[in-house]
């Protein structure tokens, strides 16, 4: 940077201003561009806060049970909000962990559920292998109209991306290890679903 005080300076003199002048306007850029940096920073932390807050097109659902007919409802559910580009969230909790487990047998029993489609006395479905044949009975029902089973469920969901959450506290509780339970979800306490279901648009308890 040239420097005219209007006189010849010493040579020495000159560079010596030259240098000192370029690093006060260097250093003094440098706060001005820290300073908006701050600015900027804290109004997108500001953003995020209000993006996080904000309720989105995502479906929060809670798994509770583990048997066969209700095991369907979750999956079902959240694979479908995913093929219509909706984020989808599953919370496994209580018995809705046996779903998760490997070569999980579900079973669905006849003894005093009225709403099986073929109802059977209680006296009857209380007799050994009733149990056995209902299951198979519904396996067969949802295979007739190309439903896939449970095990392919869970691979449909993990591939679209379907946020799959084992309860840890129900884990505990249960004595459940994560070897137990199937690869590619994730674990977290009722904290981690609900966060997640205040920004949802809709929320289900199965």
Known sequence: MAYDTGQELDPKLREY??????SRIIGASKQ???GLNKKIKAV??????VE?????????????????DMAYPPLLLATTARSMGLE??????????KILKKNAKLKVAPLANPAMPMPVPNIIGALPGMTAMASVMMKGM??????????????????SGVKMIACQMTMDVLGIKQKDLIDGIEYGGLATFIEYGMGSTITLFV
């Open 17 to 22: 201003l030259n240098r000192y002048i370029d």
């Open 32 to 34: 001005l561009y820290d």
């Open 44 to 49: 997108e932390d500001k953003i995020h806060q």
């Open 52 to 68: 996080a807050k904000t309720v989105k097109n995502r479906v929060a659902i809670v798994a509770s049970k583990g048997t066969l």
């Open 88 to 97: 989808a969230s599953i919370f496994f909790t209580l018995y809705g962990m």
């Open 142 to 159: 949802f295979k007739k109209q190309a439903v896939p089973p449970i095990k392919e469920l869970l691979d449909m969901s993990r591939e």
